[in-house]
């Protein structure tokens, strides 16, 4: 049971929303790109694309604009790679 709030917050009725197995929703699931997409790889194809579209300098330049932490933790992430 869900309760309705309309766009200016006033709280309306209840209403029960339709629901499907959970069988229904499996072969759907599995079509998600998080199962079937490497993480490490989609990481370092978009950072290699940014660098292309970018220039080296440009892209360094923006590079360290991003904590040192979470740069470190990226490039320990992608070095399996």
Do not use: C, N, W
């Amino acid at each position: 049971m869900y309760t309705v709030i309309t766009a200016v917050g006033h709280i309306g009725s209840s209403i029960e929303l339709p629901h499907k197995p959970a069988q229904a929703k499996e072969p759907l699931a599995l079509k998600d790109p998080v199962h079937s997409v490497s993480l490490q790889q989609f990481m370092y194809e978009k950072l290699k694309s940014q660098q292309e579209l970018l220039g080296e300098q440009a892209f360094q330049g923006l590079m360290e604009t991003v904590d040192t932490d979470i740069v470190r933790q990226l490039q320990e992430f992608l070095q399996g790679l």
